[in-house]
């Protein structure tokens, strides 16, 4: 149980988003079932989920070391999208269908238990994103979820990606705040590690099905965060929120 | 009236705050009328107002050219705020008076229409800021007002002031969109001139009463923005929201 001192002391929580409040795989999964049944495509959901997700570091990279014109996130998930397509052999769709299916990205579900939890911890602390994904994409996530941060910020605005300590450090500036008065809640261990090594305070939340059963628990050691929690609102429980 | 052209092609909403969404003058006028009854103290709200209100790029110009520690924004107003307290002859105060007073700055209420036509325009379009004032300070009133922005930015973001071009244009950029694409709402025709000038589209708020009554409303052409209109409401009512 974390201290009473530790409520006082937090004044804002920032979230990891792709996993911790969103359900990605499960909400791509359940698109590309309905995608192949309408289509009379046999596909293979799960393994198309976790391929298009595998393929946008590689595609970053692709578009930063080949001088790609800058891209868009929509044709960055395009670009991933169009050699799965052909990998999955489902040919001769519609341009429509296929830009509709693209989009799956802005529609992410959160986790049953994120906008409940959210709304109960929004009532004591400020909360908002700190996620590797594009602002542009956060926004459209969120408009959609109906997740009401105090404001979104993405590791884009401080031209690092998280785990550099500049992610966490710019938030807590940003938001006018000691680094330990900023919490980072996340159901990744090693983001969760930079935070603390970074001065700032540590949820851990437990998103065990983040990429689908039979895949072990991440391993973390015994008090080495300040709360661990199965969902947000046992989150806002242990924060008093 | 915009025609249905322009509603369909922007995307996004971005709010000047100071003025525009908040009613900062009559938020601090109404604060010091209180705290003078209080106090017993003799004041005149409105040029105290006015007074720190106009402190405030001084002080921060002080803060730079000095090369004082860089300063909180409450530390800014502060500074402030104490030779506001000797100049009014306002004495003997306890400190936690002077602080509760200089917290007056995320305590600005919005204009009486904002919330709802905010609530409106928020179904049809992303709805952002886009302030010269201080991030933090941001959230703290957007937060307390429940304005349910789907992003808060701030020029402090793109490290230039507006009128900058880079401030509108490295709006349009985070949200993914083209520059007319993005709508600038806001009270002050500078404002909506520079955003124009950087490709953006402009509605102009009527906010006659920002600098108190007696003062010559500001001097805009006929035709000079794609929208006109007295409030927030009749915004929604223009953009189709």
Redesign the interface.
């Known amino acids: 149980m974390p201290s009473r001192r530790l409520e006082e002391n937090v004044k804002a929580l920032t979230f990891d988003v792709f996993g911790t409040v969103v359900d990605w795989r499960g909400s791509i999964i359940r698109e590309v079932v309905a995608f192949g049944a309408k289509h009379g495509i046999d596909t293979d959901p799960a393994g198309f989920a976790d391929a298009w997700r595998a393929g946008y570091r590689p595609a970053m990279q692709r578009v930063r070391t080949e001088a790609l014109p800058w891209l ?3 044709a960055l998930h395009r670009l991933i999208l169009d050699d799965l397509l052909v990998k999955y052999d489902m040919r001769g769709l519609a341009e429509d269908d296929i830009d509709h299916l693209n989009r799956v990205w802005h529609r992410l579900d959160p986790w049953p238990d994120a906008v409940s939890g959210l709304t109960r911890l929004k009532t004591r602390y ?1 909360i908002t994103t700190l996620s590797n994904g ?6 459209k996530i ?2 959609r979820a109906r997740l ?5 910020l993405s590791a ?2 401080f031209h690092h990606d998280k785990p550099d300590p500049e992610t966490y450090l710019g938030t807590a500036d ?4 000691a680094p330990s008065e900023l919490m980072l809640v996340a159901c990744h261990p090693d983001d969760l590690r930079a935070a603390r090594a970074a001065g700032c305070r540590t949820a851990y939340v437990e998103r065990l099905l983040e990429l689908g059963p039979g895949h072990p628990p991440p391993r973390v050691e015994e008090g080495e965060f300040d709360v661990v929690a199965s969902d947000f609102v046992q989150l806002a429980d242990r924060l008093g929120a």
């Open positions: 868009k996130i929509d400020i594009k602002f542009s994409l956060l926004i969120s408009n009401r941060w105090d404001c979104s884009e605005l940003l938001l006018g705040i």
